[in-house]
Protein backbone atom coordinates (compact mmCIF):
# COMPACT_ATOMS: atom_id res chain seq x y z
CA UNK A 1 0.00 0.00 0.00
CA UNK A 2 0.89 3.71 -0.55
CA UNK A 3 0.12 7.00 0.22
CA UNK A 4 -2.05 7.92 -2.94
CA UNK A 5 -0.09 9.26 -5.64
CA UNK A 6 -2.01 12.35 -6.65
CA UNK A 7 0.77 13.73 -8.24
CA UNK A 8 1.85 10.38 -10.34
CA UNK A 9 -1.56 11.74 -12.67
CA UNK A 10 0.50 14.62 -13.60
CA UNK A 11 2.81 14.49 -16.25
CA UNK A 12 6.10 16.48 -16.98
CA UNK A 13 5.33 20.11 -18.45
CA UNK A 14 5.97 19.84 -22.41
CA UNK A 15 7.71 23.21 -21.79
CA UNK A 16 9.66 22.19 -18.98
CA UNK A 17 11.77 19.93 -21.51
CA UNK A 18 11.57 22.64 -23.88
CA UNK A 19 12.94 24.89 -21.10
CA UNK A 20 15.97 22.44 -20.59
CA UNK A 21 16.75 22.13 -24.32
CA UNK A 22 16.76 25.40 -24.91
CA UNK A 23 18.99 26.52 -21.90
CA UNK A 24 21.71 23.72 -22.89
CA UNK A 25 21.45 24.93 -26.42
CA UNK A 26 22.47 28.63 -25.79
CA UNK A 27 25.35 27.23 -23.48
CA UNK A 28 26.39 25.37 -26.28
CA UNK A 29 26.38 27.75 -29.07
CA UNK A 30 27.44 30.88 -26.48
CA UNK A 31 29.34 29.44 -24.02
CA UNK A 32 29.38 30.65 -20.06
CA UNK A 33 29.67 33.97 -21.05
CA UNK A 34 25.78 33.53 -20.95
CA UNK A 35 25.01 32.92 -17.56
CA UNK A 36 22.90 35.92 -16.25
CA UNK A 37 21.34 36.61 -19.42
CA UNK A 38 17.38 35.99 -19.77
CA UNK A 39 16.04 33.07 -21.51
CA UNK A 40 12.27 33.15 -22.43
CA UNK A 41 10.26 30.94 -20.57
CA UNK A 42 6.23 31.69 -20.96
CA UNK A 43 4.71 34.08 -23.75
CA UNK A 44 1.40 34.77 -23.19
CA UNK A 45 -0.68 34.57 -26.08
CA UNK A 46 -3.62 36.03 -26.26
CA UNK A 47 -3.96 39.22 -28.43
CA UNK A 48 -2.30 42.91 -28.62
CA UNK A 49 -0.18 42.37 -25.66
CA UNK A 50 3.13 40.52 -26.06
CA UNK A 51 4.33 39.20 -22.30
CA UNK A 52 6.93 37.69 -22.03
CA UNK A 53 8.55 36.02 -18.24
CA UNK A 54 12.13 35.81 -17.99
CA UNK A 55 14.43 33.90 -15.98
CA UNK A 56 17.82 34.24 -15.56
CA UNK A 57 20.47 31.84 -15.87
CA UNK A 58 23.10 31.80 -13.11
CA UNK A 59 26.34 30.09 -13.06
CA UNK A 60 27.80 28.57 -9.39
CA UNK A 61 29.51 32.05 -8.62
CA UNK A 62 26.34 34.00 -9.40
CA UNK A 63 24.48 31.75 -7.95
CA UNK A 64 26.40 32.37 -4.65
CA UNK A 65 26.00 36.53 -4.73
CA UNK A 66 22.38 36.46 -4.98
CA UNK A 67 21.88 34.03 -1.72
CA UNK A 68 24.48 36.55 -0.24
CA UNK A 69 22.37 39.22 -1.45
CA UNK A 70 19.07 37.83 0.05
CA UNK A 71 20.16 36.47 3.34
CA UNK A 72 21.49 39.91 3.96
CA UNK A 73 18.17 41.54 3.47
CA UNK A 74 16.52 38.93 5.07
CA UNK A 75 18.37 39.90 8.10
CA UNK A 76 17.92 43.52 7.45
CA UNK A 77 13.85 43.03 6.72
CA UNK A 78 13.05 40.04 8.84
CA UNK A 79 12.34 42.75 11.88
CA UNK A 80 9.97 44.83 10.14
CA UNK A 81 7.52 42.37 9.10
CA UNK A 82 4.74 41.85 11.91
CA UNK A 83 2.22 39.64 12.52
CA UNK A 84 -1.49 41.21 12.95
CA UNK A 85 -3.48 38.57 15.86
CA UNK A 86 -6.85 39.79 16.22
CA UNK A 87 -9.31 39.21 19.05
CA UNK A 88 -12.28 36.62 20.37
CA UNK A 89 -14.78 38.78 22.07
CA UNK A 90 -13.01 38.41 25.69
CA UNK A 91 -10.18 40.39 24.14
CA UNK A 92 -7.70 37.61 23.62
CA UNK A 93 -5.14 36.80 21.65
CA UNK A 94 -3.90 33.48 22.91
CA UNK A 95 -5.56 30.61 24.99
CA UNK A 96 -3.90 29.28 28.27
CA UNK A 97 -1.66 27.37 26.02
CA UNK A 98 -0.58 30.23 23.77
CA UNK A 99 -2.46 29.17 20.80
CA UNK A 100 -4.35 31.98 18.76
CA UNK A 101 -8.00 32.41 19.38
CA UNK A 102 -8.85 34.33 16.49
CA UNK A 103 -6.52 34.27 13.55
CA UNK A 104 -4.76 37.01 12.23
CA UNK A 105 -2.59 38.37 9.24
CA UNK A 106 0.41 39.95 8.51
CA UNK A 107 2.06 43.29 7.75
CA UNK A 108 5.00 45.39 7.67
CA UNK A 109 5.86 48.58 9.46
CA UNK A 110 6.37 51.27 6.94
CA UNK A 111 7.71 54.40 9.77
CA UNK A 112 9.82 54.38 12.52
CA UNK A 113 6.68 55.21 14.92
CA UNK A 114 4.82 51.87 14.16
CA UNK A 115 2.75 52.82 11.29
CA UNK A 116 1.79 49.18 9.89
CA UNK A 117 0.93 48.77 5.96
CA UNK A 118 -1.15 45.36 5.68
CA UNK A 119 -4.32 43.97 3.80
CA UNK A 120 -7.96 45.57 4.03
CA UNK A 121 -9.81 42.35 3.44
CA UNK A 122 -9.34 41.11 7.37
CA UNK A 123 -12.71 43.59 7.67
CA UNK A 124 -11.94 45.06 10.95
CA UNK A 125 -12.98 48.54 11.83
CA UNK A 126 -10.59 51.62 12.19
CA UNK A 127 -8.95 51.64 16.31
CA UNK A 128 -9.96 47.89 16.59
CA UNK A 129 -7.80 46.48 19.13
CA UNK A 130 -4.98 44.12 17.86
CA UNK A 131 -1.92 42.68 18.79
CA UNK A 132 0.99 42.60 17.13
CA UNK A 133 3.63 40.28 16.96
CA UNK A 134 7.19 41.10 16.33
CA UNK A 135 9.73 38.68 14.55
CA UNK A 136 11.69 38.17 17.84
CA UNK A 137 8.52 36.21 19.09
CA UNK A 138 7.29 39.48 21.51
CA UNK A 139 3.74 41.24 21.33
CA UNK A 140 2.63 44.71 21.67
CA UNK A 141 -0.48 46.15 21.47
CA UNK A 142 -1.59 47.51 18.44
CA UNK A 143 -4.55 49.04 16.64
CA UNK A 144 -6.17 49.01 13.14
CA UNK A 145 -6.56 52.38 11.44
CA UNK A 146 -7.61 53.69 7.93
CA UNK A 147 -7.84 51.29 5.15
CA UNK A 148 -10.08 51.10 1.86
CA UNK A 149 -14.01 49.64 1.38
CA UNK A 150 -13.38 46.47 -0.85
CA UNK A 151 -16.65 46.58 -2.26
CA UNK A 152 -18.11 49.26 -4.99
CA UNK A 153 -21.02 49.91 -6.64
CA UNK A 154 -19.73 49.72 -10.32
CA UNK A 155 -19.77 46.41 -11.94
CA UNK A 156 -15.98 44.81 -11.61
CA UNK A 157 -14.72 47.62 -9.61
CA UNK A 158 -13.29 46.93 -6.00
CA UNK A 159 -11.96 48.62 -4.10
CA UNK A 160 -7.83 48.64 -3.31
CA UNK A 161 -7.04 45.36 -0.85
CA UNK A 162 -4.91 48.26 1.42
CA UNK A 163 -5.48 48.99 5.22
CA UNK A 164 -2.99 50.48 7.89
CA UNK A 165 -2.11 49.49 11.59
CA UNK A 166 -0.62 51.07 13.89
CA UNK A 167 1.55 49.84 17.08
CA UNK A 168 0.20 51.92 19.86
CA UNK A 169 3.30 51.07 22.52
CA UNK A 170 5.97 54.14 22.22
CA UNK A 171 9.27 52.95 20.40
CA UNK A 172 11.48 53.21 17.75
CA UNK A 173 10.81 50.59 15.22
CA UNK A 174 12.53 48.68 12.42
CA UNK A 175 10.86 49.94 9.28
CA UNK A 176 11.11 48.80 5.40
CA UNK A 177 10.70 51.71 3.01
CA UNK A 178 8.41 51.89 0.06
CA UNK A 179 9.29 51.17 -3.29
CA UNK A 180 8.95 54.15 -5.96
CA UNK A 181 6.22 54.58 -8.50
CA UNK A 182 7.53 52.34 -11.14
CA UNK A 183 5.81 48.98 -11.89
CA UNK A 184 8.35 45.86 -11.20
CA UNK A 185 10.03 44.29 -14.11
CA UNK A 186 9.64 40.94 -15.25
CA UNK A 187 11.53 38.36 -14.35
CA UNK A 188 13.30 40.72 -11.39
CA UNK A 189 13.93 39.02 -7.74
CA UNK A 190 11.32 39.00 -5.54
CA UNK A 191 11.16 38.25 -1.90
CA UNK A 192 8.06 37.53 -0.08
CA UNK A 193 8.14 37.27 3.57
CA UNK A 194 5.43 37.05 5.94
CA UNK A 195 3.65 34.72 8.18
CA UNK A 196 1.59 31.48 7.11
CA UNK A 197 -1.17 30.48 9.54
CA UNK A 198 1.02 27.10 9.64
CA UNK A 199 3.12 29.06 11.20
CA UNK A 200 3.49 28.50 15.17
CA UNK A 201 3.22 31.35 17.10
CA UNK A 202 6.22 33.06 18.47
CA UNK A 203 8.22 32.07 14.90
CA UNK A 204 10.00 34.19 12.90
CA UNK A 205 8.51 35.37 9.18
CA UNK A 206 8.87 32.69 7.35
CA UNK A 207 11.12 33.88 3.85
CA UNK A 208 9.57 32.46 0.23
CA UNK A 209 11.76 33.89 -3.11
CA UNK A 210 10.65 34.01 -6.68
CA UNK A 211 10.44 36.33 -9.54
CA UNK A 212 7.79 39.16 -10.78
CA UNK A 213 5.64 37.59 -13.30
CA UNK A 214 4.67 40.13 -16.40
CA UNK A 215 1.32 41.50 -15.51
CA UNK A 216 -0.81 43.48 -18.18
CA UNK A 217 -0.33 47.16 -18.28
CA UNK A 218 -3.77 48.27 -16.16
CA UNK A 219 -3.88 45.50 -14.22
CA UNK A 220 -4.48 46.46 -10.09
CA UNK A 221 -1.91 43.99 -9.02
CA UNK A 222 1.51 42.70 -9.00
CA UNK A 223 2.11 38.61 -9.70
CA UNK A 224 5.12 36.73 -8.18
CA UNK A 225 5.70 33.15 -8.21
CA UNK A 226 6.48 33.17 -4.67
CA UNK A 227 4.17 31.29 -2.13
CA UNK A 228 1.32 32.00 0.36
CA UNK A 229 -1.01 30.73 2.57
CA UNK A 230 -4.17 32.25 4.45
CA UNK A 231 -2.20 34.25 7.41
CA UNK A 232 -0.05 35.38 4.79
CA UNK A 233 -2.53 38.13 3.59
CA UNK A 234 -1.20 41.66 4.17
CA UNK A 235 2.56 40.51 4.16
CA UNK A 236 4.47 42.25 2.42
CA UNK A 237 6.91 41.47 -1.13
CA UNK A 238 10.12 43.21 -1.56
CA UNK A 239 13.05 43.51 -3.99
CA UNK A 240 16.56 43.17 -3.19
CA UNK A 241 17.17 46.58 -1.98
CA UNK A 242 14.25 45.91 0.86
CA UNK A 243 11.50 48.54 -0.72
CA UNK A 244 8.11 46.64 -0.64
CA UNK A 245 6.70 46.68 -3.81
CA UNK A 246 2.99 45.43 -2.98
CA UNK A 247 1.34 43.70 -0.02
CA UNK A 248 -0.26 40.28 -0.58
CA UNK A 249 -3.94 39.94 -1.41
CA UNK A 250 -4.26 36.31 -3.03
CA UNK A 251 -2.96 33.36 -3.19
CA UNK A 252 -5.06 30.99 -5.84
CA UNK A 253 -2.91 30.39 -9.02
CA UNK A 254 -0.01 32.70 -8.32
CA UNK A 255 0.23 34.93 -5.85
CA UNK A 256 -1.28 38.20 -6.41
CA UNK A 257 0.13 41.46 -4.47
CA UNK A 258 -1.65 44.62 -4.14
CA UNK A 259 0.14 47.57 -5.83
CA UNK A 260 0.82 50.24 -3.95
CA UNK A 261 -0.60 53.32 -6.35
CA UNK A 262 -3.47 53.78 -3.99
CA UNK A 263 -1.58 54.27 -0.98
CA UNK A 264 0.32 57.04 -2.28
CA UNK A 265 -2.85 58.94 -3.47
CA UNK A 266 -4.99 58.48 -0.12
CA UNK A 267 -2.09 58.10 2.19
CA UNK A 268 -3.50 60.73 4.75
CA UNK A 269 -6.63 60.07 4.79
CA UNK A 270 -6.26 56.48 5.82
CA UNK A 271 -3.92 57.63 8.36
CA UNK A 272 -6.88 60.07 9.69
CA UNK A 273 -8.72 56.83 10.20
CA UNK A 274 -11.25 57.01 7.56
CA UNK A 275 -12.34 53.79 5.34
CA UNK A 276 -11.94 54.94 1.78
CA UNK A 277 -14.11 54.44 -0.88
CA UNK A 278 -11.86 53.76 -4.19
CA UNK A 279 -12.67 52.29 -6.96
CA UNK A 280 -10.18 50.12 -9.24
CA UNK A 281 -10.51 47.66 -12.03
CA UNK A 282 -10.51 43.91 -11.28
CA UNK A 283 -7.86 41.83 -13.05
CA UNK A 284 -9.48 39.93 -15.95
CA UNK A 285 -8.47 36.75 -15.22
CA UNK A 286 -6.50 34.70 -12.76
CA UNK A 287 -3.76 32.94 -14.19
CA UNK A 288 -2.89 29.39 -13.41
CA UNK A 289 0.17 28.02 -11.60
CA UNK A 290 3.39 29.23 -13.16
CA UNK A 291 5.57 26.05 -14.57
CA UNK A 292 9.22 27.56 -13.63
CA UNK A 293 8.43 28.76 -10.01
CA UNK A 294 12.03 29.36 -9.43
CA UNK A 295 13.96 32.41 -8.95
CA UNK A 296 16.58 31.39 -11.36
CA UNK A 297 17.62 28.58 -13.35
CA UNK A 298 21.23 26.91 -13.31
CA UNK A 299 23.97 27.27 -15.41
CA UNK A 300 25.73 23.30 -17.12
CA UNK A 301 28.02 24.16 -14.14
CA UNK A 302 26.06 24.63 -11.46
CA UNK A 303 23.44 21.67 -12.53
CA UNK A 304 26.25 19.54 -13.40
CA UNK A 305 28.01 20.03 -9.21
CA UNK A 306 24.53 19.93 -7.94
CA UNK A 307 23.46 16.34 -9.97
CA UNK A 308 26.51 14.36 -9.15
CA UNK A 309 24.39 13.07 -5.77
CA UNK A 310 22.25 11.66 -8.53
CA UNK A 311 24.28 8.80 -8.29
CA UNK A 312 23.09 7.97 -4.62
CA UNK A 313 19.18 8.66 -5.35
CA UNK A 314 16.81 6.02 -5.13
CA UNK A 315 12.86 5.63 -5.85
CA UNK A 316 11.53 3.35 -3.98
CA UNK A 317 8.10 2.23 -6.95
CA UNK A 318 5.23 -0.14 -6.17
CA UNK A 319 4.85 -1.40 -9.68
CA UNK A 320 5.06 1.38 -12.16
CA UNK A 321 4.23 4.18 -9.33
CA UNK A 322 6.65 6.11 -7.53
CA UNK A 323 6.09 5.38 -3.66
CA UNK A 324 8.70 7.61 -2.33
CA UNK A 325 12.43 8.85 -2.97
CA UNK A 326 15.76 7.77 -1.06
CA UNK A 327 18.96 8.14 -0.56
CA UNK A 328 21.87 5.43 -0.13
CA UNK A 329 24.48 6.81 2.84
CA UNK A 330 26.83 4.12 2.56
CA UNK A 331 29.40 1.75 0.23
CA UNK A 332 27.21 -1.37 1.19
CA UNK A 333 24.02 -0.50 0.34
CA UNK A 334 22.01 0.93 3.36
CA UNK A 335 19.59 3.83 2.42
CA UNK A 336 17.60 6.12 4.32
CA UNK A 337 13.77 7.21 3.52
CA UNK A 338 10.35 8.86 4.33
CA UNK A 339 9.10 5.69 6.90
CA UNK A 340 5.30 6.80 6.93
CA UNK A 341 5.71 6.10 3.13
CA UNK A 342 7.20 2.78 3.43
CA UNK A 343 5.67 1.35 6.21
CA UNK A 344 3.15 -0.94 4.78
CA UNK A 345 5.61 -3.50 4.00
CA UNK A 346 9.04 -4.93 4.15
CA UNK A 347 10.24 -5.44 0.90
CA UNK A 348 10.28 -2.66 -2.43
CA UNK A 349 11.51 -2.26 -5.70
CA UNK A 350 13.87 0.62 -5.97
CA UNK A 351 15.32 2.27 -8.85
CA UNK A 352 18.77 3.66 -9.34
CA UNK A 353 19.80 6.10 -11.58
CA UNK A 354 23.58 4.67 -11.70
CA UNK A 355 24.60 1.36 -12.47
CA UNK A 356 27.85 -0.58 -13.34
CA UNK A 357 26.10 -3.89 -14.34
CA UNK A 358 23.05 -2.49 -16.31
CA UNK A 359 20.41 -3.26 -13.92
CA UNK A 360 18.41 -0.34 -12.91
CA UNK A 361 15.84 -2.02 -10.31
CA UNK A 362 17.29 -3.82 -7.13
CA UNK A 363 15.64 -5.19 -4.16
CA UNK A 364 15.35 -3.31 -0.94
CA UNK A 365 14.10 -4.53 2.26
CA UNK A 366 12.78 -2.13 5.25
CA UNK A 367 15.75 -2.89 8.37
CA UNK A 368 14.77 -0.28 10.95
CA UNK A 369 12.76 2.52 11.26
CA UNK A 370 12.48 5.84 13.66
CA UNK A 371 8.99 7.01 14.72
CA UNK A 372 10.18 10.58 16.13
CA UNK A 373 12.11 11.33 12.64
CA UNK A 374 9.81 9.31 10.18
CA UNK A 375 12.78 7.71 8.94
CA UNK A 376 13.24 4.35 7.94
CA UNK A 377 16.75 2.46 7.03
CA UNK A 378 17.00 0.23 3.88
CA UNK A 379 19.10 -2.48 3.03
CA UNK A 380 19.62 -2.59 -0.61
CA UNK A 381 21.15 -5.45 -2.94
CA UNK A 382 23.86 -3.19 -4.36
CA UNK A 383 28.27 -2.90 -3.12
CA UNK A 384 31.03 -0.46 -3.49
CA UNK A 385 28.24 2.46 -4.08
CA UNK A 386 29.23 6.28 -4.40
CA UNK A 387 28.70 7.69 -0.97
CA UNK A 388 27.30 11.67 -1.05
CA UNK A 389 29.25 14.48 0.66
CA UNK A 390 27.58 15.99 3.60
CA UNK A 391 27.53 19.49 4.53
CA UNK A 392 29.13 20.53 7.41
CA UNK A 393 27.00 22.88 8.77
CA UNK A 394 23.07 23.48 8.32
CA UNK A 395 21.35 25.70 5.79
CA UNK A 396 21.26 29.31 7.18
CA UNK A 397 17.72 31.20 6.27
CA UNK A 398 18.25 32.36 2.57
CA UNK A 399 20.56 29.56 1.49
CA UNK A 400 19.87 28.18 -1.69
CA UNK A 401 18.90 24.37 -2.14
CA UNK A 402 18.00 22.16 -4.65
CA UNK A 403 16.16 18.98 -4.75
CA UNK A 404 17.32 15.87 -6.79
CA UNK A 405 14.72 13.41 -7.55
CA UNK A 406 16.49 12.11 -10.82
CA UNK A 407 16.47 14.17 -14.57
CA UNK A 408 13.12 12.85 -15.61
CA UNK A 409 11.31 14.70 -13.06
CA UNK A 410 11.52 17.86 -15.05
CA UNK A 411 14.28 20.67 -14.96
CA UNK A 412 16.49 21.00 -11.81
CA UNK A 413 14.76 24.15 -9.24
CA UNK A 414 16.59 25.95 -6.67
CA UNK A 415 14.31 26.89 -3.58
CA UNK A 416 15.19 29.14 -0.29
CA UNK A 417 15.85 28.42 3.12
CA UNK A 418 13.14 29.77 4.87
CA UNK A 419 13.48 29.01 8.28
CA UNK A 420 15.93 27.90 10.04
CA UNK A 421 16.47 24.65 11.90
CA UNK A 422 14.09 23.67 14.97
CA UNK A 423 11.36 21.23 15.97
CA UNK A 424 8.04 21.32 13.78
CA UNK A 425 5.36 20.78 16.77
CA UNK A 426 1.64 19.13 16.59
CA UNK A 427 -1.20 20.78 15.67
CA UNK A 428 -3.71 21.68 18.40
CA UNK A 429 -6.69 19.48 18.36
CA UNK A 430 -5.53 17.19 16.01
CA UNK A 431 -5.53 13.64 16.76
CA UNK A 432 -4.48 10.76 14.27
CA UNK A 433 -7.13 8.71 13.05
CA UNK A 434 -7.91 5.16 11.29
CA UNK A 435 -10.44 5.98 8.64
CA UNK A 436 -12.96 3.59 9.43
CA UNK A 437 -16.34 3.46 9.87
CA UNK A 438 -18.12 1.29 11.79
CA UNK A 439 -22.02 0.04 10.83
CA UNK A 440 -23.75 1.38 14.42
CA UNK A 441 -26.84 -1.32 13.71
CA UNK A 442 -24.55 -4.07 14.48
CA UNK A 443 -23.83 -4.76 18.00
CA UNK A 444 -21.95 -7.84 18.02
CA UNK A 445 -18.87 -7.87 15.77
CA UNK A 446 -17.46 -4.89 14.74
CA UNK A 447 -18.38 -4.24 11.09
CA UNK A 448 -17.95 -1.63 8.03
CA UNK A 449 -20.43 -0.04 7.66
CA UNK A 450 -22.52 3.76 7.52
CA UNK A 451 -21.80 6.54 5.69
CA UNK A 452 -18.69 7.38 8.07
CA UNK A 453 -16.74 10.50 7.46
CA UNK A 454 -14.99 12.04 4.59
CA UNK A 455 -12.23 14.53 4.15
CA UNK A 456 -9.77 14.55 1.17
CA UNK A 457 -7.24 12.12 3.37
CA UNK A 458 -9.80 9.41 3.97
CA UNK A 459 -11.73 8.83 1.27
CA UNK A 460 -8.46 6.72 -0.83
CA UNK A 461 -8.21 4.59 2.81
CA UNK A 462 -11.92 4.24 3.36
CA UNK A 463 -12.19 2.44 -0.29
CA UNK A 464 -9.91 -0.58 0.86
CA UNK A 465 -13.04 -1.60 2.88
CA UNK A 466 -16.27 -2.63 1.76
CA UNK A 467 -19.32 -2.66 3.94
CA UNK A 468 -19.73 -6.44 5.48
CA UNK A 469 -16.50 -6.57 6.40
CA UNK A 470 -15.72 -7.65 9.84
CA UNK A 471 -13.01 -5.86 11.94
CA UNK A 472 -10.88 -9.13 13.39
CA UNK A 473 -7.26 -8.08 14.41
CA UNK A 474 -5.80 -4.24 14.09
CA UNK A 475 -2.07 -4.30 14.52
CA UNK A 476 -2.34 -8.72 15.60
CA UNK A 477 -4.54 -7.58 18.45
CA UNK A 478 -8.29 -9.43 18.33
CA UNK A 479 -11.04 -7.50 18.12
CA UNK A 480 -14.10 -10.05 18.54
CA UNK A 481 -16.50 -8.18 19.99
CA UNK A 482 -17.60 -4.15 19.49
CA UNK A 483 -16.22 -3.54 22.88
CA UNK A 484 -12.98 -5.14 22.78
CA UNK A 485 -12.75 -3.30 19.38
CA UNK A 486 -13.08 0.21 21.16
CA UNK A 487 -10.92 -1.03 23.51
CA UNK A 488 -7.98 -1.41 21.37
CA UNK A 489 -9.25 1.00 19.16
CA UNK A 490 -8.56 3.47 22.04
CA UNK A 491 -4.79 2.16 22.97
CA UNK A 492 -3.98 2.95 19.20
CA UNK A 493 -5.25 6.43 19.19
CA UNK A 494 -5.52 8.33 22.54
CA UNK A 495 -3.50 9.07 25.67
CA UNK A 496 -4.54 7.07 28.71
CA UNK A 497 -8.07 8.78 29.85
CA UNK A 498 -7.76 12.11 27.49
CA UNK A 499 -9.39 10.93 23.93
CA UNK A 500 -8.18 14.75 22.84
CA UNK A 501 -4.83 13.77 23.30
CA UNK A 502 -2.88 11.34 20.94
CA UNK A 503 -1.35 8.44 22.40
CA UNK A 504 2.32 8.55 22.91
CA UNK A 505 3.95 7.91 19.93
CA UNK A 506 1.07 7.98 17.87
CA UNK A 507 1.78 10.12 13.97
CA UNK A 508 -0.11 10.61 11.30
CA UNK A 509 1.25 7.95 8.51
CA UNK A 510 1.53 5.43 10.89
CA UNK A 511 0.13 1.81 9.38
CA UNK A 512 -2.20 0.02 11.34
CA UNK A 513 -2.30 -3.66 9.83
CA UNK A 514 -6.30 -4.44 9.69
CA UNK A 515 -7.25 -7.48 9.63
CA UNK A 516 -10.49 -8.39 8.40
CA UNK A 517 -13.35 -11.15 7.33
CA UNK A 518 -14.84 -11.05 3.97
CA UNK A 519 -17.40 -13.47 3.51
CA UNK A 520 -15.27 -16.74 4.00
CA UNK A 521 -11.80 -14.76 3.46
CA UNK A 522 -9.32 -14.10 6.25
CA UNK A 523 -7.80 -10.51 4.59
CA UNK A 524 -4.93 -8.10 6.04
CA UNK A 525 -4.87 -4.69 4.57
CA UNK A 526 -2.49 -1.94 5.79
CA UNK A 527 -3.97 1.37 6.79
CA UNK A 528 -2.00 4.75 7.85
CA UNK A 529 -3.69 6.78 10.54
CA UNK A 530 -4.78 10.20 9.09
CA UNK A 531 -5.33 13.52 10.58
CA UNK A 532 -8.86 14.32 12.10
CA UNK A 533 -8.70 17.89 11.22
CA UNK A 534 -10.28 17.72 7.62
CA UNK A 535 -8.25 19.36 4.66
CA UNK A 536 -10.05 21.07 1.91
CA UNK A 537 -10.64 18.84 -1.19
CA UNK A 538 -10.07 21.36 -3.94
CA UNK A 539 -7.16 22.68 -1.87
CA UNK A 540 -5.41 19.17 -1.20
CA UNK A 541 -5.58 18.50 -5.29
CA UNK A 542 -3.93 21.30 -5.89
CA UNK A 543 -1.46 21.01 -3.19
CA UNK A 544 -1.10 17.12 -1.86
CA UNK A 545 0.25 16.33 1.49
CA UNK A 546 2.28 14.05 3.25
CA UNK A 547 0.04 12.28 5.56
CA UNK A 548 3.14 12.66 8.49
CA UNK A 549 4.14 16.61 7.76
CA UNK A 550 4.65 17.49 11.72
CA UNK A 551 5.55 16.84 14.85
CA UNK A 552 9.49 16.37 14.38
CA UNK A 553 12.02 17.06 16.24
CA UNK A 554 14.41 19.30 14.17
CA UNK A 555 13.50 20.46 10.75
CA UNK A 556 14.44 23.35 8.30
CA UNK A 557 11.64 24.71 5.73
CA UNK A 558 12.28 25.41 2.16
CA UNK A 559 9.77 26.89 -0.03
CA UNK A 560 10.32 24.00 -3.09
CA UNK A 561 7.51 22.49 -4.44
CA UNK A 562 7.20 18.92 -3.74
CA UNK A 563 4.50 16.13 -4.37
CA UNK A 564 4.13 13.98 -1.05
CA UNK A 565 5.72 10.50 -3.63
CA UNK A 566 9.06 12.92 -3.60
CA UNK A 567 10.22 13.08 -0.10
CA UNK A 568 13.03 10.74 1.31
CA UNK A 569 15.17 12.55 -0.99
CA UNK A 570 18.16 14.75 -0.58
CA UNK A 571 18.24 18.43 -0.23
CA UNK A 572 21.54 19.53 -1.52
CA UNK A 573 23.56 23.16 -1.48
CA UNK A 574 25.55 25.23 -4.37
CA UNK A 575 28.04 22.83 -3.84
CA UNK A 576 26.51 19.79 -3.77
CA UNK A 577 27.26 18.43 -0.81
CA UNK A 578 24.00 16.99 1.01
CA UNK A 579 22.75 19.34 4.27
CA UNK A 580 19.27 17.72 4.72
CA UNK A 581 16.51 14.76 3.11
CA UNK A 582 13.18 15.55 2.12
CA UNK A 583 10.82 14.47 5.10
CA UNK A 584 7.47 16.16 4.27
CA UNK A 585 5.08 18.48 1.96
CA UNK A 586 3.79 20.53 5.23
CA UNK A 587 1.42 23.16 3.16
CA UNK A 588 1.32 25.15 -0.21
CA UNK A 589 4.47 26.85 0.96
CA UNK A 590 6.49 24.96 3.32
CA UNK A 591 8.90 21.89 2.57
CA UNK A 592 10.04 20.14 5.86
CA UNK A 593 14.12 18.81 5.50
CA UNK A 594 15.50 16.45 8.46
CA UNK A 595 19.22 18.65 8.49
CA UNK A 596 22.61 16.67 7.66
CA UNK A 597 23.62 16.60 11.09
CA UNK A 598 20.43 15.23 12.90
CA UNK A 599 20.46 12.58 9.85
CA UNK A 600 23.55 11.44 10.09
CA UNK A 601 23.22 10.82 13.77
CA UNK A 602 20.06 8.86 13.59
CA UNK A 603 21.25 6.52 10.69
CA UNK A 604 24.19 5.37 13.10
CA UNK A 605 21.68 4.97 15.48
CA UNK A 606 19.69 2.56 12.59
CA UNK A 607 22.38 0.99 11.39
CA UNK A 608 23.87 0.03 15.15
CA UNK A 609 20.94 -1.28 15.76
CA UNK A 610 19.78 -3.39 12.33
CA UNK A 611 23.49 -5.27 13.05
CA UNK A 612 22.70 -5.74 16.72
CA UNK A 613 19.35 -7.26 15.87
CA UNK A 614 21.86 -9.37 12.70
CA UNK A 615 23.81 -11.21 15.48
Sequence with gaps: MRQKPYGSLCKNSPLALL?????????????AASAEEPIREYRDTRPTIDLVDTVRVLSADKARELEDEIKAAYKKLASAVVRIWTHDDQGRAFDADGQAVAGGCSGVIIDRHGLILTCSHHGLEPDTAITVGLADGTTVAGKTWGRFRLDDPKPLHFGPDIGLARITESGDWPAATLGDMERPTAGQICLAIGYPGTLHPKRPPLLRAGRILP????????????????????????????????????VEGVAGYQSLDP??????????GEIVSAAQPASRALRGRNPQTAAFNPALDLEDRVQQVQRSVIRIMDGTHE???GLIIDADGWAITKASLVGSREQWSCRVFYTRDGKMVVKGRVIATSAEHDLALLKLDVRDWFVPRWADKRPAVGTFVATVVGRSAGPLQFSIVGAQAG??????????QLPISIDPAIME??????????????????????????????NGI??????????????????????????????AGDWVQVGIRRGKTALTIPMPKIHSIREDGLRWHSHPLSLRRESFLTVFTHDGSLRPEQCGGPVVDLAGNVVGLNIARADATRTLAIPADSLQATIKELIARAREGAK
Excluded: C, N
Excluded at 19 to 31: E, K, P
Excluded at 448 to 467: C, H, K, N
Design 263 to 272: LREYRARLEA
Design 423 to 432: PDLPRSHDTP
Design 215 to 250: TYPDWSRVEATTTGLMGDSGGPLFDLQGRVLGVLQT
Design 445 to 474: APTIGGPGWSSAEADYYRELLQPGDVITHL
Design 478 to 507: PTPTREEYGKVMDRLLYAPGREAEPAAGSF
Design 19 to 31: LILYVRTQFSIWG
Design 323 to 325: VAA
